[in-house]
């Protein structure tokens, strides 16, 4: 079946870095659109940022393609955002999700997450 384990979550002061990383099994992974997702606390979940197999881009805000990479490594079924420049409103569980297909905007698969903190 389809697995999804995130990692690289963890406590950083503010404007500091940290780099998650996602690693996919149980299927084609250059095949989908991957995407990452966050939950902070008392709030949805919500969308961050996403991927085409070939590399193209999405994020949800102006401010977080600024400062938010997502990139990936087919060949290591993995996915990555790079996350810079950190605030405290980053702070949430970082989800990564597999997209059903590239002409929907459902996601079907998901990692456990991963806890990001970020200190004032």
């Known amino acids: 079946q389809v697995q999804l384990v995130e990692s690289g979550g963890g406590l950083v002061q503010a404007g500091g870095s940290l780099r998650l990383s996602c690693v996919a099994s149980?299927?084609?992974?250059?095949?989908?659109?991957m995407g990452w997702f966050r939950q902070a606390p008392g709030k949805e979940r919500a969308f961050v940022a996403g991927?085409?197999?070939?590399?193209?881009?999405?994020y949800s805000t102006d401010s977080e393609k600024g400062r938010f990479t997502i990139s990936r490594d087919n060949a290591k079924n993995t996915v990555y955002l790079q996350m810079n420049s950190l605030k405290p409103e980053d702070t949430a569980v970082y989800y990564c999700?597999?997209?059903?297909?590239?002409?929907?905007?459902?996601?079907?698969?998901w990692g456990q997450g991963t806890q990001v903190t970020v200190s004032s």
């Open positions: 999700a597999v997209k059903a297909s590239a002409f929907v905007s459902r996601y079907i698969y």
């Open positions: 149980g299927l084609t992974f250059g095949n989908y659109d």
């Open positions: 991927i085409r197999p070939s590399g193209g881009t999405t």
